[in-house]
């Protein structure tokens, strides 16, 4: 060892939301815990994914909910600026994306924090550009994902944006192409589409919001007809350049498209590069760290958050660094469990969704019944008028007549999923569920609506 050796007791690469969760608990509770962090240490939500999107998506709703009062309440006019938006976004990320306040947070818990990228050489071993720290009880890999970029010909010439982009940016463009209706392709599309750019979304799977519910994305691709974006799918790029000031965008099916902007939002790569977890028994070529129910990667490892590929969502990250916590303490604790993961995805209209698709219930073989009911045709839809579109799915499984899955389209839709998370988490039987009473009128009476199709 040489000079530039320290020791700890814990090393956490990453410091994203589940990662600073990790080393500043650790670091509370007493151990000596070294954090490190080559960008922003709270990552990847509090400066440009869940925080500042929703500001922009509340901001977008709003203008929204204007537009549809005349004919309900009066009469009104509607002029966006985006200059208030990109303001409280700055003031959100702390002072133009400094995370100063993040580190004191984390040191003044008693950790020691480095900037840089940490590589691993050892089973108990970090280096950090001319630094080496030797952990005695674990390193924990927390080193989350970046946007995938896709071999696209051309691609690599044109200044295109990803969500970092977007959500940095001063002005929008007077017209925009999405590649990528996922949800952060999705929510970012509407959003500037609320604020008058001409928006066009290319998805090269089946339908918008691959990974829903079909009846549910349907639901979303028809509002957003209405608005007015231009939505093709099923359509892969196979190229794009520079024309002028505009980018074009060929498609597979030989249509041109044009735009100011193209905003790339065809998922998120696994940030395992560079990491030198191939000295300590990973292959070259994993495309994420294998984690078991502990959150243990190997002897004196654990993984937590996106990394690991279990659900890129801050709340699952929060969820396993509680357990790697427990288990790097050597805490009794429950096993990982994500049969009940729920999601939101901040559309208008707005998709909650917990556990299993229909196709993948189907998949896994479960007798599958499915329940569809209509929001827009509850007492609540009908009562809320403009903005009622949506769809409740419930997925049974009626071998053990519990639901395994469900799906909340429409006005607070992401809200409305938390009955039914806690139905299939808690395996509630059905039974249960028809018996219990619902508030009149409620868009969550929806869910009685829909059990009540089964006679």
């Known amino acids: 060892m040489n000079d530039n050796t320290q020791h700890a007791d814990v090393i956490v690469i990453g410091m994203g939301p589940a990662g600073e969760h990790v080393a500043g608990t650790l670091a509370e509770r007493g151990l000596n815990v070294v954090g490190i962090e080559s960008d922003l240490v709270g990552g990847e939500c509090p400066y440009w994914g869940c925080i500042p999107s929703k500001m922009m998506i509340r901001a977008a709703n709003l203008l929204q909910e204007a537009r549809r009062i005349p004919g309900y309440a009066g009469t009104s006019t509607v002029v966006p600026d985006w200059t208030p938006v990109a303001e409280r976004i700055r003031d959100s990320a702390t002072d133009d994306w400094n995370d100063q306040v993040a580190v004191d947070r984390f040191v003044g818990k008693g950790g020691h924090f480095v900037r840089g990228r940490g590589r691993v050489t050892g089973p108990s071993t970090v280096v950090v550009g001319a630094q080496t720290f030797v952990a005695s009880t674990g390193i924990v890999i927390a080193t989350g994902t970046s946007p995938a970029v896709p071999p696209i010909p051309g691609l690599d010439g044109v200044d295109y944006w990803t969500n970092r982009d977007a959500v940095s940016a001063k002005e929008l463009p ?3 192409i999405v590649l990528g209706a996922g949800a952060i392709g999705a929510e970012i599309g509407q959003v500037a589409s609320r604020f008058g750019t001409k928006v066009t979304v290319v998805e090269a799977l089946a339908h918008v919001l691959p990974n829903e519910e079909p009846e549910a994305a349907a639901v979303v691709a028809e509002a957003w007809a209405a608005e007015g974006l231009d939505v093709h799918t099923g359509v892969r790029a196979t190229a794009v350049r520079r024309d002028g000031e ?3 965008v060929t498609l597979d099916d030989g249509t041109e498209l044009r735009a100011e ?3 790339v939002a065809t998922g998120r790569s696994v940030n395992v590069r560079g990491l030198g977890l191939d000295t300590v028994g990973f292959a070259d070529d994993i495309r994420h760290v294998a984690v078991d129910e502990h959150l243990r990667a190997g002897e004196n490892m654990w993984a937590v958050g996106d990394v690991t590929a279990s659900g890129m969502f801050t709340h699952v990250g929060m969820y396993q660094a509680n357990i790697a916590i427990a288990s790097i303490l050597g805490e009794e604790h429950e096993p990982a469990d994500y049969s009940a993961l729920p999601r939101a995805t901040f559309t ?3 998709v909650g969704s ?5 196709a993948q219930a189907i998949a896994a073989g479960l007798s599958v019944h499915a329940l569809v009911q209509n929001v827009a045709h509850t007492a609540r839809g009908w009562l809320h008028g403009p903005g009622n579109e949506g769809v409740i799915k419930l997925v049974i499984d009626t071998d053990r007549n519990v ?10 839709g992401g809200e409305m999923i938390a009955m039914l998370t806690l139905a299939v988490h808690a395996a509630t039987p059905i039974s249960q569920l028809r018996s219990m009473i619902y508030a009149y009128p409620t868009f969550w009476r929806g869910i009685e609506d829909a059990l009540n199709q089964l006679g």
Do not use: C, I, K, Y
Request: charged share 15%; hydrophobic share 45%.
């Open 348 to 350: 208008d209209p707005e």
């Open 354 to 358: 917990v556990g299993l698709t229909e």
């Open 403 to 412: 639901l395994v899955g469900a799906t909340t389209a429409g006005p607070h």
């Open 261 to 263: 902007r193209l905003l």
């Open 246 to 248: 505009l980018t074009v």
């Open 174 to 176: 007077a017209s925009l």
